[in-house]
């Protein structure tokens, strides 16, 4: 496992910080051993094992798939990373005006669907998919339907079906409601907005335990964040306290 801590004042230096962690783990009981792993500028808590870190080269690194992963759309996967090195760098003037952009362009139909579409591995056959649906032992899934739809049975496991919402309810069944990035025509756009919409209010609730509620709205759910100061708005710091256990 990893410890992250901020060393006192006087310790300053990467070489002072190594002799800290040696005299550390030379007082620490046998078979127990701290290494020197890394020095790093900020660090952004999120929940356990999630965390970001930013490096004294400005290079960030992000751990854990709460606060952003693979599986999501790259418009919010940008959108995340972006906001991730805001917040980590106290730095949030910018944060209202991308974020209500970012809507407009949803709204517009002026994302590029490869940034709105999902990409995933066909893990199961054509028999083991239908079978488990059958049974009910599984839902059915947007990426095998389309499989199913435009390949009928000839389909093989490790192909990777990009694909993205379709329709005009936010709360859509997806695999009812989807289709191949490959037939999308831009001349006739019918990505889901109000979808999209509700995802990225989903992905930015990921930040509101690092505000206060009006601030948190005032960055990222009215027009009028435009004209809120931002520089007022406050990063909150929350301190975990731990119990003592009884004898």
């Not at 410890?3 to 002072?16: I, K, R």
């Not at 009928?152 to 289709?179: L, P, Q």
């Not at 999209?196 to 990921?206: A, G, I, M, Q, T």
């Amino acid at each position: 496992d990893g410890l992250y801590l901020s060393p006192p004042e006087n310790v300053v230096e990467e070489e002072d910080e190594k002799n800290l962690v040696k005299i550390i783990s030379d007082e620490l009981p046998e078979g127990i051993n701290l290494t020197f792993g890394g020095r790093y500028s900020h660090m952004l808590s999120y929940k356990k094992k999630n965390y970001a870190l930013l490096s004294y080269g400005n290079k960030l690194l992000i751990k854990g798939s709460s606060l952003i992963s693979r599986a999501i759309e790259k418009y919010a996967r940008n959108f995340i990373k972006f906001c991730i090195e805001s917040i980590i760098t106290n730095n949030l003037e910018n944060i209202p005006k991308v974020y209500l952009n970012l809507r407009l362009d949803i709204i517009k139909h002026a994302i590029p669907i490869v940034d709105l579409c999902k990409t995933e591995t066909i893990r199961d056959s054509y028999e083991e998919y239908t079978k488990s649906v059958d049974s009910g032992r599984r839902m059915r899934s947007a990426p095998y339907e389309l499989a199913i739809k435009y390949y009928e049975s000839k389909f093989d496991v490790g192909d990777r079906i990009s694909y993205y919402v379709t329709g005009n309810d936010a709360n859509v069944r997806i695999f009812e409601s989807c289709e191949l990035v490959d037939y999308y025509n831009p001349r006739v756009p019918n990505e889901n907005v109000a979808y999209y919409l509700k995802k990225l209010e989903e992905y930015v609730s990921r930040f509101e335990v690092f505000f206060s509620p009006q601030d948190f709205k005032s960055l990222f759910l009215t027009e009028e964040a435009l004209q809120f100061p931002v520089d007022e708005i406050k990063i909150l710091n929350r301190e975990v306290i731990y119990e003592e256990e009884e004898d």
